[in-house]
Protein backbone atom coordinates (compact mmCIF):
# COMPACT_ATOMS: atom_id res chain seq x y z
CA UNK A 1 0.00 0.00 0.00
CA UNK A 2 1.03 3.36 -0.59
CA UNK A 3 0.94 5.88 2.54
CA UNK A 4 1.19 9.65 2.86
CA UNK A 5 2.24 10.81 6.17
CA UNK A 6 2.72 14.42 6.49
CA UNK A 7 4.05 17.16 9.41
CA UNK A 8 1.95 20.77 9.39
CA UNK A 9 4.08 23.54 8.07
CA UNK A 10 5.56 25.65 10.79
CA UNK A 11 5.84 29.80 10.09
CA UNK A 12 9.51 30.36 10.30
CA UNK A 13 9.26 33.59 12.23
CA UNK A 14 12.15 32.37 14.69
CA UNK A 15 14.01 29.08 15.30
CA UNK A 16 12.37 25.66 16.24
CA UNK A 17 11.41 24.96 19.59
CA UNK A 18 10.70 22.19 21.19
CA UNK A 19 6.68 21.58 20.93
CA UNK A 20 7.61 21.11 17.21
CA UNK A 21 10.41 18.13 17.84
CA UNK A 22 7.45 16.35 19.21
CA UNK A 23 5.30 16.66 15.71
CA UNK A 24 8.34 15.67 13.25
CA UNK A 25 8.98 12.65 15.55
CA UNK A 26 5.54 11.40 15.85
CA UNK A 27 5.47 11.52 12.37
CA UNK A 28 8.63 10.08 11.72
CA UNK A 29 7.67 7.45 14.74
CA UNK A 30 4.58 6.31 12.03
CA UNK A 31 6.40 6.45 8.95
CA UNK A 32 9.21 3.95 10.04
CA UNK A 33 6.88 1.24 11.69
CA UNK A 34 5.31 1.37 8.16
CA UNK A 35 8.71 1.16 6.50
CA UNK A 36 9.68 -1.62 8.39
CA UNK A 37 5.97 -3.49 8.13
CA UNK A 38 6.81 -3.31 4.88
CA UNK A 39 4.80 -0.53 3.43
CA UNK A 40 5.62 1.76 0.66
CA UNK A 41 5.75 5.14 2.73
CA UNK A 42 6.21 9.34 1.73
CA UNK A 43 7.04 11.24 4.72
CA UNK A 44 6.53 15.21 3.85
CA UNK A 45 7.19 17.94 6.24
CA UNK A 46 8.43 21.68 5.20
CA UNK A 47 8.07 25.47 6.39
CA UNK A 48 5.63 28.13 5.64
CA UNK A 49 7.44 30.33 4.35
CA UNK A 50 4.73 32.94 3.40
CA UNK A 51 3.28 33.72 6.57
CA UNK A 52 2.62 37.32 7.41
CA UNK A 53 4.09 37.01 10.28
CA UNK A 54 7.40 36.07 8.89
CA UNK A 55 7.47 39.43 7.41
CA UNK A 56 7.43 41.43 10.51
CA UNK A 57 9.85 39.50 12.80
CA UNK A 58 11.94 40.10 9.35
CA UNK A 59 10.94 43.86 9.82
CA UNK A 60 12.21 43.67 13.63
CA UNK A 61 15.09 41.87 13.10
CA UNK A 62 15.81 44.57 10.31
CA UNK A 63 16.40 41.81 7.84
CA UNK A 64 15.49 41.38 4.13
CA UNK A 65 12.45 39.08 4.48
CA UNK A 66 13.91 36.21 2.07
CA UNK A 67 17.29 36.21 3.90
CA UNK A 68 15.45 36.18 7.14
CA UNK A 69 12.72 33.13 6.16
CA UNK A 70 15.83 31.04 4.43
CA UNK A 71 18.21 31.38 7.49
CA UNK A 72 14.81 30.09 9.84
CA UNK A 73 13.86 27.56 7.10
CA UNK A 74 16.86 26.34 7.42
CA UNK A 75 16.87 25.76 10.93
CA UNK A 76 14.19 23.55 10.71
CA UNK A 77 14.98 21.53 8.53
CA UNK A 78 18.60 21.60 10.45
CA UNK A 79 15.89 20.06 13.43
CA UNK A 80 14.77 17.33 11.34
CA UNK A 81 18.10 15.86 10.91
CA UNK A 82 19.30 15.86 13.83
CA UNK A 83 16.59 14.10 15.25
CA UNK A 84 16.71 11.73 12.73
CA UNK A 85 13.30 12.10 11.05
CA UNK A 86 13.56 10.15 7.63
CA UNK A 87 11.27 12.89 5.04
CA UNK A 88 11.37 12.26 1.80
CA UNK A 89 11.04 16.16 0.58
CA UNK A 90 10.99 19.22 2.93
CA UNK A 91 8.42 21.56 1.14
CA UNK A 92 9.16 25.41 1.31
CA UNK A 93 5.90 27.31 0.64
CA UNK A 94 8.27 29.89 -1.67
CA UNK A 95 9.60 27.57 -4.09
CA UNK A 96 8.29 28.25 -7.51
CA UNK A 97 6.79 24.30 -7.26
CA UNK A 98 4.62 25.15 -4.84
CA UNK A 99 3.44 28.85 -6.36
CA UNK A 100 2.42 26.22 -9.19
CA UNK A 101 0.88 23.87 -7.32
CA UNK A 102 -1.22 26.48 -5.41
CA UNK A 103 -2.27 28.26 -8.91
CA UNK A 104 -2.74 25.15 -10.07
CA UNK A 105 -5.23 24.19 -7.39
CA UNK A 106 -7.40 27.06 -7.52
CA UNK A 107 -8.14 26.83 -11.25
CA UNK A 108 -9.21 23.33 -10.41
CA UNK A 109 -11.79 24.89 -7.61
CA UNK A 110 -15.28 24.81 -8.62
CA UNK A 111 -15.74 28.12 -10.07
CA UNK A 112 -19.53 28.01 -8.60
CA UNK A 113 -17.47 27.79 -5.19
CA UNK A 114 -15.68 31.46 -5.67
CA UNK A 115 -17.06 34.94 -5.23
CA UNK A 116 -16.03 38.07 -4.80
CA UNK A 117 -17.52 40.89 -1.67
CA UNK A 118 -16.58 43.62 0.40
CA UNK A 119 -15.83 42.49 4.18
CA UNK A 120 -15.45 44.06 7.39
CA UNK A 121 -13.87 41.89 9.85
CA UNK A 122 -11.48 41.96 12.90
CA UNK A 123 -7.94 40.07 12.07
CA UNK A 124 -5.31 38.53 14.36
CA UNK A 125 -1.98 38.35 13.01
CA UNK A 126 -0.61 35.95 15.10
CA UNK A 127 -3.59 33.47 14.32
CA UNK A 128 -3.39 35.13 10.60
CA UNK A 129 -6.93 34.32 10.90
CA UNK A 130 -10.47 37.11 11.26
CA UNK A 131 -11.55 35.79 14.94
CA UNK A 132 -15.48 36.84 15.60
CA UNK A 133 -16.45 39.32 18.40
CA UNK A 134 -17.76 35.95 20.43
CA UNK A 135 -14.00 34.71 20.13
CA UNK A 136 -12.55 37.24 21.98
CA UNK A 137 -11.72 37.61 25.70
CA UNK A 138 -12.17 40.60 27.11
CA UNK A 139 -11.29 42.58 23.69
CA UNK A 140 -8.06 40.04 22.84
CA UNK A 141 -7.66 37.03 21.32
CA UNK A 142 -7.72 34.36 23.87
CA UNK A 143 -4.38 32.95 22.12
CA UNK A 144 -2.27 35.84 21.49
CA UNK A 145 -3.43 38.13 24.23
CA UNK A 146 -3.69 40.90 21.59
CA UNK A 147 -6.42 43.19 19.77
CA UNK A 148 -7.45 42.38 16.56
CA UNK A 149 -6.90 44.67 13.66
CA UNK A 150 -10.53 46.06 11.94
CA UNK A 151 -9.53 45.27 8.50
CA UNK A 152 -12.38 46.27 5.48
CA UNK A 153 -11.32 45.28 2.26
CA UNK A 154 -12.57 43.56 -0.71
CA UNK A 155 -11.67 39.81 -0.87
CA UNK A 156 -12.23 35.74 -2.90
CA UNK A 157 -14.47 34.02 -0.53
CA UNK A 158 -14.90 30.24 -1.09
CA UNK A 159 -18.38 28.96 -0.53
CA UNK A 160 -17.58 26.51 2.44
CA UNK A 161 -21.44 26.46 4.11
CA UNK A 162 -22.46 24.43 0.57
CA UNK A 163 -20.40 21.37 1.97
CA UNK A 164 -21.44 21.70 5.63
CA UNK A 165 -23.57 18.15 5.57
CA UNK A 166 -21.01 16.56 3.56
CA UNK A 167 -18.22 17.27 5.80
CA UNK A 168 -19.98 16.03 8.44
CA UNK A 169 -20.96 12.68 6.65
CA UNK A 170 -17.91 12.30 6.03
CA UNK A 171 -16.84 12.46 9.85
CA UNK A 172 -19.57 10.87 11.05
CA UNK A 173 -18.94 7.39 8.78
CA UNK A 174 -15.21 7.78 9.79
CA UNK A 175 -14.47 8.31 6.25
CA UNK A 176 -12.02 11.07 7.35
CA UNK A 177 -11.28 9.72 10.78
CA UNK A 178 -10.42 11.96 13.61
CA UNK A 179 -8.44 11.09 16.62
CA UNK A 180 -8.62 11.75 19.31
CA UNK A 181 -12.15 10.87 19.73
CA UNK A 182 -12.78 14.18 22.30
CA UNK A 183 -11.22 16.06 18.84
CA UNK A 184 -13.37 14.23 16.47
CA UNK A 185 -16.63 15.62 18.70
CA UNK A 186 -15.47 19.03 18.55
CA UNK A 187 -15.10 18.80 14.80
CA UNK A 188 -18.43 17.74 14.89
CA UNK A 189 -19.97 20.24 16.72
CA UNK A 190 -18.01 23.11 14.87
CA UNK A 191 -19.72 21.69 11.81
CA UNK A 192 -23.31 21.04 12.99
CA UNK A 193 -23.26 24.67 14.53
CA UNK A 194 -23.22 25.99 10.76
CA UNK A 195 -20.03 26.64 8.29
CA UNK A 196 -19.80 30.17 7.19
CA UNK A 197 -18.61 30.85 3.48
CA UNK A 198 -14.26 31.89 4.64
CA UNK A 199 -12.40 34.57 3.01
CA UNK A 200 -9.38 33.10 0.72
CA UNK A 201 -7.76 36.15 -0.25
CA UNK A 202 -6.25 39.44 1.47
CA UNK A 203 -5.64 42.67 -0.26
CA UNK A 204 -1.85 42.52 -1.22
CA UNK A 205 -0.93 46.05 -0.32
CA UNK A 206 -2.01 45.32 3.36
CA UNK A 207 0.31 42.40 3.41
CA UNK A 208 3.33 44.06 1.42
CA UNK A 209 2.83 42.02 -1.31
CA UNK A 210 4.36 38.61 0.57
CA UNK A 211 2.47 35.43 -0.38
CA UNK A 212 1.63 33.96 -3.63
CA UNK A 213 -1.16 36.43 -6.17
CA UNK A 214 -4.74 35.18 -6.69
CA UNK A 215 -4.27 33.85 -10.33
CA UNK A 216 -5.43 36.73 -12.48
CA UNK A 217 -5.61 39.25 -10.23
CA UNK A 218 -2.13 41.04 -8.17
CA UNK A 219 -4.00 42.84 -6.20
CA UNK A 220 -5.15 40.13 -4.24
CA UNK A 221 -2.43 37.44 -2.25
CA UNK A 222 -3.82 33.83 -1.23
CA UNK A 223 -4.96 33.53 2.04
CA UNK A 224 -1.61 31.99 4.05
CA UNK A 225 -3.69 29.02 5.61
CA UNK A 226 -5.14 27.84 2.01
CA UNK A 227 -1.55 28.96 0.76
CA UNK A 228 -0.10 26.79 3.39
CA UNK A 229 -2.57 23.87 3.06
CA UNK A 230 -1.71 23.12 -0.43
CA UNK A 231 1.75 22.28 0.66
CA UNK A 232 0.66 18.40 1.16
CA UNK A 233 -0.21 18.27 -2.65
CA UNK A 234 3.03 20.50 -3.90
CA UNK A 235 5.08 18.61 -1.95
CA UNK A 236 4.45 15.39 -3.94
CA UNK A 237 4.73 17.25 -7.38
CA UNK A 238 0.80 18.03 -7.96
CA UNK A 239 -0.54 17.70 -10.41
CA UNK A 240 1.97 16.20 -12.76
CA UNK A 241 4.14 13.66 -10.98
CA UNK A 242 4.80 10.53 -10.37
CA UNK A 243 5.00 10.86 -7.16
CA UNK A 244 1.73 12.83 -6.86
CA UNK A 245 -0.38 9.90 -8.73
CA UNK A 246 0.83 7.29 -6.48
CA UNK A 247 0.67 8.49 -3.09
CA UNK A 248 -2.37 11.15 -3.24
CA UNK A 249 -4.87 8.80 -4.44
CA UNK A 250 -8.24 6.84 -3.37
CA UNK A 251 -6.67 4.07 -2.14
CA UNK A 252 -3.33 5.22 -0.71
CA UNK A 253 -3.60 5.88 3.46
CA UNK A 254 -3.25 9.32 3.72
CA UNK A 255 -2.26 10.83 7.43
CA UNK A 256 -1.87 13.95 8.63
CA UNK A 257 -0.03 14.46 12.01
CA UNK A 258 -0.85 18.16 13.22
CA UNK A 259 -1.61 20.23 16.67
CA UNK A 260 -4.67 20.85 18.49
CA UNK A 261 -4.82 24.52 17.37
CA UNK A 262 -5.30 23.93 13.55
CA UNK A 263 -7.73 21.68 13.58
CA UNK A 264 -10.20 23.73 11.66
CA UNK A 265 -8.19 24.52 8.74
CA UNK A 266 -6.93 20.29 8.32
CA UNK A 267 -10.71 18.94 9.36
CA UNK A 268 -12.92 21.43 7.84
CA UNK A 269 -11.50 23.60 5.51
CA UNK A 270 -8.89 21.51 3.66
CA UNK A 271 -11.19 18.59 3.04
CA UNK A 272 -13.77 21.44 1.81
CA UNK A 273 -11.31 22.43 -0.53
CA UNK A 274 -10.30 18.98 -1.72
CA UNK A 275 -14.03 17.89 -2.27
CA UNK A 276 -13.95 21.34 -4.18
CA UNK A 277 -11.21 20.70 -6.45
CA UNK A 278 -12.30 16.73 -6.86
CA UNK A 279 -9.52 15.39 -5.76
CA UNK A 280 -9.33 12.60 -2.89
CA UNK A 281 -9.55 13.33 0.80
CA UNK A 282 -7.25 12.64 3.52
CA UNK A 283 -8.34 9.21 5.48
CA UNK A 284 -7.02 10.09 8.78
CA UNK A 285 -5.78 13.06 10.99
CA UNK A 286 -4.20 13.14 13.84
CA UNK A 287 -4.50 15.86 16.47
CA UNK A 288 -1.43 15.84 19.34
CA UNK A 289 -1.05 17.89 22.54
CA UNK A 290 1.31 20.12 23.10
CA UNK A 291 4.47 20.35 25.38
CA UNK A 292 4.63 22.95 28.36
CA UNK A 293 8.08 23.98 29.76
CA UNK A 294 8.67 23.53 33.58
CA UNK A 295 5.20 23.42 33.35
CA UNK A 296 4.43 26.79 31.38
CA UNK A 297 2.68 27.11 28.19
CA UNK A 298 5.11 27.87 25.48
CA UNK A 299 4.72 30.64 23.57
CA UNK A 300 7.20 32.47 20.83
CA UNK A 301 6.00 35.60 22.57
CA UNK A 302 6.58 33.99 25.54
CA UNK A 303 10.02 33.61 24.69
CA UNK A 304 10.32 30.59 26.77
CA UNK A 305 10.98 28.17 23.87
CA UNK A 306 13.33 25.65 24.36
CA UNK A 307 15.81 24.92 22.10
CA UNK A 308 15.73 21.48 20.72
CA UNK A 309 19.29 21.45 19.15
CA UNK A 310 21.84 21.36 22.59
CA UNK A 311 19.33 19.01 23.94
CA UNK A 312 19.53 16.33 21.06
CA UNK A 313 23.62 17.07 21.25
CA UNK A 314 23.88 16.12 25.07
CA UNK A 315 20.94 13.43 25.42
CA UNK A 316 21.18 11.94 21.63
CA UNK A 317 18.06 11.87 19.02
CA UNK A 318 17.46 8.77 20.43
CA UNK A 319 16.71 9.76 23.58
CA UNK A 320 14.84 12.74 22.67
CA UNK A 321 12.60 10.73 20.77
CA UNK A 322 11.77 8.15 23.45
CA UNK A 323 10.98 11.33 26.17
CA UNK A 324 8.47 13.19 23.74
CA UNK A 325 7.14 10.16 22.69
CA UNK A 326 6.41 8.12 26.30
CA UNK A 327 6.32 11.61 28.25
CA UNK A 328 2.67 11.39 27.88
CA UNK A 329 -0.63 10.74 26.26
CA UNK A 330 -0.23 11.56 22.70
CA UNK A 331 -3.62 13.14 22.64
CA UNK A 332 -3.20 15.61 25.63
CA UNK A 333 -0.44 18.53 27.05
CA UNK A 334 2.58 17.00 28.39
CA UNK A 335 5.70 18.75 30.55
CA UNK A 336 9.23 19.09 29.17
CA UNK A 337 11.90 19.68 31.72
CA UNK A 338 15.18 18.94 31.57
CA UNK A 339 15.33 17.06 34.82
CA UNK A 340 12.32 14.79 33.75
CA UNK A 341 14.17 14.02 30.57
CA UNK A 342 17.41 12.74 32.60
CA UNK A 343 14.80 10.92 34.79
CA UNK A 344 13.32 9.55 31.88
CA UNK A 345 16.64 8.47 30.08
CA UNK A 346 18.37 6.83 33.11
CA UNK A 347 14.91 4.85 34.46
CA UNK A 348 14.19 3.62 30.96
CA UNK A 349 17.06 3.99 28.87
CA UNK A 350 20.35 3.52 30.75
CA UNK A 351 18.93 1.04 33.30
CA UNK A 352 16.46 -0.12 31.22
CA UNK A 353 17.50 -1.07 27.32
CA UNK A 354 20.99 -0.16 27.78
CA UNK A 355 21.41 -2.52 30.75
CA UNK A 356 19.40 -5.27 29.16
CA UNK A 357 21.59 -5.26 26.24
CA UNK A 358 25.21 -4.84 28.10
CA UNK A 359 24.54 -7.79 30.19
CA UNK A 360 23.22 -9.79 27.29
CA UNK A 361 26.21 -9.26 25.02
CA UNK A 362 28.56 -10.01 27.55
CA UNK A 363 26.94 -13.26 28.63
CA UNK A 364 26.43 -14.38 24.94
CA UNK A 365 30.25 -13.80 24.80
CA UNK A 366 31.24 -15.92 28.19
CA UNK A 367 28.81 -18.62 27.84
CA UNK A 368 29.91 -19.48 24.14
CA UNK A 369 26.22 -20.77 23.35
CA UNK A 370 26.17 -20.68 19.53
CA UNK A 371 23.83 -17.47 18.20
CA UNK A 372 20.87 -19.18 16.76
CA UNK A 373 18.88 -17.54 14.29
CA UNK A 374 16.58 -15.00 15.74
CA UNK A 375 12.85 -14.57 15.18
CA UNK A 376 10.23 -12.14 16.70
CA UNK A 377 6.16 -13.59 17.29
CA UNK A 378 3.80 -12.35 15.09
CA UNK A 379 1.73 -12.03 18.66
CA UNK A 380 4.37 -10.06 19.85
CA UNK A 381 4.61 -7.79 17.41
CA UNK A 382 0.89 -7.63 16.11
CA UNK A 383 0.25 -6.23 20.12
CA UNK A 384 2.53 -3.39 19.10
CA UNK A 385 0.90 -2.43 15.62
CA UNK A 386 -2.87 -1.75 17.51
CA UNK A 387 -1.13 0.73 19.49
CA UNK A 388 0.94 2.27 17.04
CA UNK A 389 -1.74 2.32 14.30
CA UNK A 390 -4.20 4.52 16.91
CA UNK A 391 -1.04 6.78 17.95
CA UNK A 392 -0.94 5.45 21.33
CA UNK A 393 2.78 5.87 20.92
CA UNK A 394 3.50 6.11 25.15
CA UNK A 395 0.93 2.57 25.24
CA UNK A 396 3.18 1.22 22.72
CA UNK A 397 6.70 2.30 24.93
CA UNK A 398 5.17 1.28 27.90
CA UNK A 399 4.78 -2.39 26.52
CA UNK A 400 8.51 -2.47 25.39
CA UNK A 401 9.55 -0.84 28.85
CA UNK A 402 7.41 -3.97 30.73
CA UNK A 403 9.18 -6.33 28.48
CA UNK A 404 12.54 -5.24 29.63
CA UNK A 405 11.96 -5.08 32.66
CA UNK A 406 11.00 -8.75 32.92
CA UNK A 407 14.05 -10.00 30.93
CA UNK A 408 16.13 -8.07 33.54
CA UNK A 409 14.84 -9.75 36.49
CA UNK A 410 14.58 -13.04 34.99
CA UNK A 411 18.33 -12.86 34.56
CA UNK A 412 18.02 -11.42 38.33
CA UNK A 413 16.49 -14.34 39.42
CA UNK A 414 17.97 -17.53 36.76
CA UNK A 415 22.31 -15.79 37.88
CA UNK A 416 23.14 -17.47 34.23
CA UNK A 417 27.18 -15.95 35.86
CA UNK A 418 26.94 -18.67 38.13
CA UNK A 419 26.02 -21.53 35.36
CA UNK A 420 29.34 -19.91 33.30
CA UNK A 421 31.03 -20.54 36.55
CA UNK A 422 30.71 -24.12 36.43
CA UNK A 423 30.64 -24.49 32.70
CA UNK A 424 27.00 -25.57 32.96
CA UNK A 425 26.43 -25.74 28.75
CA UNK A 426 22.85 -27.07 28.80
CA UNK A 427 21.52 -24.45 31.42
CA UNK A 428 22.89 -21.99 29.37
CA UNK A 429 21.63 -22.86 26.06
CA UNK A 430 18.37 -23.51 27.86
CA UNK A 431 18.05 -19.61 29.14
CA UNK A 432 20.19 -17.53 26.99
CA UNK A 433 18.77 -17.68 23.37
CA UNK A 434 15.52 -17.73 24.72
CA UNK A 435 16.44 -13.66 26.17
CA UNK A 436 18.80 -12.71 23.15
CA UNK A 437 15.56 -13.56 20.64
CA UNK A 438 13.41 -11.63 22.87
CA UNK A 439 16.30 -8.94 22.70
CA UNK A 440 15.75 -9.10 19.01
CA UNK A 441 11.98 -8.84 19.24
CA UNK A 442 12.32 -5.68 21.35
CA UNK A 443 14.72 -4.22 18.86
CA UNK A 444 12.11 -4.72 16.52
CA UNK A 445 9.20 -2.90 18.71
CA UNK A 446 11.97 0.15 19.33
CA UNK A 447 12.34 0.28 15.84
CA UNK A 448 10.12 3.63 14.51
CA UNK A 449 11.17 5.17 18.37
CA UNK A 450 15.04 5.06 18.77
CA UNK A 451 16.44 3.91 15.41
CA UNK A 452 20.21 4.37 16.01
CA UNK A 453 20.21 2.34 19.34
CA UNK A 454 18.24 -0.43 17.51
CA UNK A 455 21.17 -0.61 14.57
CA UNK A 456 23.41 -1.15 17.23
CA UNK A 457 21.74 -3.76 19.10
CA UNK A 458 20.66 -5.55 15.54
CA UNK A 459 24.72 -5.67 14.76
CA UNK A 460 25.63 -6.48 17.80
CA UNK A 461 23.13 -9.21 17.60
CA UNK A 462 24.21 -10.81 14.84
CA UNK A 463 27.99 -11.29 15.79
CA UNK A 464 28.16 -10.54 19.57
CA UNK A 465 31.82 -12.26 19.73
CA UNK A 466 32.79 -9.38 17.11
CA UNK A 467 30.73 -6.12 18.56
CA UNK A 468 32.98 -3.49 20.98
CA UNK A 469 30.53 -3.59 24.07
CA UNK A 470 30.17 -0.18 24.40
CA UNK A 471 26.77 1.24 26.53
CA UNK A 472 24.26 1.88 24.51
CA UNK A 473 23.06 5.28 26.98
CA UNK A 474 25.76 6.19 29.33
CA UNK A 475 24.10 6.95 32.55
CA UNK A 476 23.65 10.87 32.61
CA UNK A 477 24.42 12.95 36.06
CA UNK A 478 21.37 14.88 37.07
CA UNK A 479 21.44 18.08 36.95
CA UNK A 480 20.57 18.51 40.39
CA UNK A 481 23.86 16.58 41.30
ZN1 LIG B 1 -4.59 35.30 17.63
Known sequence: MSIYITTAIPYVNSSPHIGFALELVQADALCRY??????????????????????????EHGIDVAEFVDRNSGAFQNLSRELGVSYNNFIRTSGTQHHQSVHQFWRNLNSNDLYRKNYNGLYCFGCEDFLSPKDLVDGLCPEHLAPPTPVAEKNYFFRLSKYQLQLEKLIENNVIEIY???????????????????????????????????????????????????????GLGYNDSD???????????????????????????????????????????????????????????LGNG???????????????????????????DCDFSLEKLTS?????????????????????????????QLTTSS???????????????????????????SINREIDQQKPWEA??????????????DWLNRLHGIADLLTPFTPECVEKIKIALQRP?????????????SSNG
Do not use: M
Not at 40 to 48: E, N, Q, R
Not at 244 to 266: A, M
Not at 308 to 329: C, K, M, N, W
Open 34 to 59: YRWRGEDVFLLTGSDDNAFKNVISAR
Open 180 to 234: PEHCRNEVLTFIRNGLHDISISRSAERIDNWGIPVPGDPDQVIYVWIDALINYLS
Open 243 to 301: CWRKYWREDSLKIHVIGKNVWKFHAVYWPALLLSAGLPLPNKIFIHGFFTVNGRKIGKS
Open 306 to 332: VDPTPIIRDFGADAVRYYLLSAGQPFN
Open 344 to 372: AYNTNLANGIGNLFSRLIKLSRQSKVPVR
Open 379 to 405: AFLEKQAANVESFRFNTALNFIRDEIT
Open 420 to 433: IKRCDILTLERILP
Open 465 to 477: DNCPVEQLFPRIK
